[in-house]
């Protein structure tokens, strides 16, 4: 079975710090996606990649960056976190870049991120 | 453009009782349908996915859902609920010229005992 792996379930940081969310898929998939989940708003999408250095803007990339330097590892960083970026953060991966919308997604088990 | 609808934002069945959760959805072509759920605190599991053929499909933890064409509907079903499947639960839809999926916004299942 196809594994999402993220690295922190739990994490608290500061107001202002830098924050770095890792993800890791171990089955070769293309695509990777970083989705945010809040009470009442359901998943919304946040940045998603297609291949190694690509990157493309989901519905809400405002104060959020991402790496993707290897295939199997997609990174989300705060660049300045702020008490509204506190949420559900989920990593989901998927085999093929157009196929995607066959095959599904696999998710990891999210971080709960506290910004205070 | 796509969009998932999911009617009820939150459900409450008594356990042993039969479930069906709505998911409503708007897609030009034949869509590919997937129903997720998430227990508290994890990430989303999935449940079933319909493709093409059969309209009724089975999936994990003895839920089924039945895809209607006519309806733009997708709805899952169990005959008999148990506590542990107390979840939110997501319907989505995948648009594969584009590589993502498309979620409603969940609905929650609480079962009374």
């Known amino acids: 079975d196809v594994k999402v792996t993220q690295s922190s379930r739990y994490l608290v940081k500061r107001t202002g710090e830098k924050v770095f969310l890792e993800c890791v898929q171990d089955?070769?998939?293309?695509?990777m996606f970083w989705y945010r989940q809040d009470p009442g708003l359901g998943l919304r999408l946040i940045y998603f990649?297609?291949?190694?250095?690509?990157?493309e803007k989901g519905d809400i990339p405002e104060g959020y960056s991402v790496s993707r330097e290897k295939k199997e590892r997609f990174s989300l960083i705060l660049e300045s976190a702020s008490t509204n970026q506190t949420s559900m953060y989920l990593c989901?991966?998927?085999?093929?870049?157009?196929?995607?919308?066959?095959?599904?997604?696999?998710f990891g088990s999210g971080t709960r991120l506290t910004v205070v | 453009a796509q969009s998932v609808t999911q009617p009820d934002i939150h459900i409450t069945v008594s356990e042993g009782a039969s479930l069906e959760l709505r998911c409503n959805y708007s897609?030009?072509?034949?869509?590919?349908l997937f129903w997720y759920v998430q227990s508290p605190g994890q990430g989303l599991q999935l449940l079933l996915k319909?493709?093409?053929?059969?309209?009724l499909v089975q999936g994990i933890k003895g839920f089924e859902a039945e895809f209607k064409r006519s309806q733009s509907s997708f709805n899952l079903r169990k005959p008999s609920v148990h506590w542990s499947d107390a979840a939110e639960y997501f319907c989505?839809?995948?648009?594969?010229?584009?590589?993502?999926?498309?979620f409603g916004q969940g609905t929650t299942l609480q079962v009374k005992p």
């Open positions: 989505a839809v995948g648009a594969s010229n584009t590589g993502k999926l498309i």
């Open positions: 897609y030009g072509a034949t869509p590919y």
């Open positions: 989901a991966s998927s085999p093929n870049h157009k196929m995607s919308g066959n095959y599904g997604y696999t």
């Open positions: 319909y493709f093409s053929g059969d309209t």
């Open positions: 089955m070769d998939h293309e695509n």
């Open positions: 990649s297609y291949d190694v250095k690509m990157k």
